[in-house]
């Protein structure tokens, strides 16, 4: 076992990217140093916060392009060089933080702000977390979180995520807050991990609803004219496009799916 305190990882322009206040890692020295993999059994992070900024090198975010430096790492430099992958069983967060913030960006105030947001009261239990060359994959069990803005409150996500630099998969979604509820599935599709700072119009989304329970409360953190309104909403169907294109079209299949659930 390793026992960190005090974990601090600063990005390329000095700021404070990762920290902890302690950080637990469990392992087998046998498998650690078996040269084909580096493989830890459980890493539990307390009191950590997570800092994505958009000031790494060519516009990217810092976290981006940290993740990029490691499996930069992890690649084969020569034909006889095996490739490694990094490797977690078994991840837990506890008292955690995250916020997103970009410098480029208007803060939006009304509403749930993209470009701007702090995720407080973070715990999660994730599992099977790997890191190989042009690929990340790993299973969130259970995560739930507090925007620090809205007062939206997340209580639980499960998921099995994959990103690489042309997708970003969430496969069986179930998202839970204490009112509404979402089962789906889906990918967004972009030419660079650099895309997805322009969402909008880089990003193609291609989402599955398979079941969702959705309270006209929490859609009013997206769209505070919903505010007035105490009614629960389901809705199921497909929808594919980037969002630019299938903004208008998505309104009109909103209304048209959506049933009052008495």
């Not at 006889?80 to 069983?89: P, W």
Request: glycine share 4%.
């Amino acid at each position: 076992t390793i026992l960190i305190n005090g974990l601090v990882i600063y990005d390329t322009k000095n700021q404070k990217m990762i920290s902890a206040d302690r950080l637990i890692l469990d392992f087998k020295l046998g498998e650690l140093l078996s040269g084909k993999q580096i493989n830890f059994d459980k890493a539990i992070l307390q009191g950590a916060s997570v800092d994505m900024l958009k000031n790494g090198p060519e516009g990217v975010f810092n976290l981006t392009y940290f993740i990029d430096e490691i499996k930069e790492k992890l690649v084969k430099k020569k034909p006889e060089d095996e490739v490694k992958a990094f490797q977690i069983d078994k991840v837990i967060l506890t008292n955690s933080r995250f916020r997103m913030y970009r410098s480029d960006r208007e803060l939006i105030t009304h509403r749930f702000d993209q470009f701007h947001f702090t995720l407080t009261n973070l715990g999660a239990n994730m599992s099977d977390f790997q890191i190989i060359p042009g690929q990340i994959d790993f299973n969130i069990d259970a995560l739930k979180c507090l925007d620090s803005a809205t007062g939206m409150s997340i209580e639980d996500v499960k998921t099995s995520f994959q990103f690489t630099r042309q997708a970003m998969v969430f496969q069986n979604m179930q998202l839970q807050t204490d009112r509404s509820r979402i089962s789906q599935s889906m990918v967004f599709n972009y030419r660079h991990p650099s895309s997805i700072k322009e969402f909008v119009d880089s990003v193609k989304i291609t989402a599955n609803v398979k079941d969702a329970i959705i309270h006209s409360q929490d859609l009013a953190y997206f769209a505070p004219a919903m505010k007035k309104y105490n009614q629960v909403y389901k809705l199921q169907g497909f929808l594919e496009g980037p969002v630019k294109r299938f903004h208008a079209p998505f309104d009109w299949s909103l209304q048209k799916s959506l049933q009052l659930i008495d």
